[in-house]
């Protein structure tokens, strides 16, 4: 099925751009962007995003590596101990 017509992309050229992409580095966060640039292609009236974003989501390589997730939580908590640290030297 074409997804995006405006690129002539495939639900299955986007599967595969999201499996190689997930061989080729088990920490990548995997973007349309990213898919369009594995492509060689890029997006232009963005049209297909809603289409194109469903598609990704079916397949499940496309998850966040687990060592990525809640990292902003953990920021913030490490930002706080340096901060404590800071305060007590001065
Ligand atoms: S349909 Fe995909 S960018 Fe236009």
Redesign the pocket.
Known sequence: MI?????N?SDRDILAAIDWMRAADDKTIITPGKIYRALGKA???????PV?LSVMRSNDNLSVPMQLRNLRGRVGATQEIDNERRQKSN
């Open positions: 997804v995006c017509h405006c690129q992309i997006a232009d009236c963005g049209g297909c995003m194109f």
